[in-house]
């Protein structure tokens, strides 16, 4: 997959395999899965496993998550995208598009996630013609719940996973597509 999408400080490009290490690094914080199954990556191989996936994802779907860079040093600072869910099913629904986002935590509170998801809504709307963005949070996630609010989500419901734990459905969308 060629595409490269760019806003004002990040670059979104399709994860390679040699952003195992960076991926590895973030995903063992157990702060960065604070709101996540409490299941940090312990092993990179897990790591690498998620970026083949993630490789698949781009073949089948023509989407997916994507390495997240800044611009002014290159680093990686985490994964934004678009991903098609139709691998299982979410408070009832599968064959969607979801709007995610995970950063490291060095990169938290600085406005990366708003500024990626501005870019990802204008692509999904403008350039896939997607009608309806989902996106889902746990529902003691402050800072993404009002990520997605101030970007134009609307709050449908809360909803228990499988283990209880309550997470909250969002749904914004495309008035441009009929």
Not at 47 to 59: F, G, W
Not at 94 to 102: K, L, S
Not at 121 to 130: H, V
Not at 145 to 161: A, C, M, R, T
Request: charged share 25%.
């Amino acid at each position: 997959m060629n595409l490269i999408i760019e806003s004002e400080r990040l670059i979104y490009r399709p994860f390679e395999l040699s952003d195992a290490e960076a991926l590895f690094n973030m995903d063992k914080n157990p702060n960065v899965h604070k709101y996540l199954w409490q299941k940090p990556t312990l092993h990179i191989e897990e790591s690498i496993e998620i970026i083949e996936y993630l490789q698949k994802q781009y073949r089948e779907n023509g989407i997916g998550r994507f390495a997240t860079i800044l611009k002014e040093t290159g680093e990686f600072i985490g994964w934004t995208g678009i991903k098609f869910i139709n691998d299982h099913v979410e408070n009832g629904n599968t064959n969607f598009y979801d709007y995610g986002y995970r950063l490291n935590e060095n990169f938290w509170n600085q406005g990366f996630a708003t500024e990626a998801t501005k870019a990802w809504l204008a692509y999904g709307f403008n350039q896939m013609n997607i009608k309806l963005m989902n996106a889902y949070t746990h529902a003691e996630n402050g800072a993404s719940n009002h990520i997605l609010s101030k970007s134009g989500f609307q709050f449908v419901e809360d909803y228990p996973d499988k283990d209880g734990v309550t997470w909250k459905w969002w749904q914004l969308e495309n008035n441009s597509v009929k």
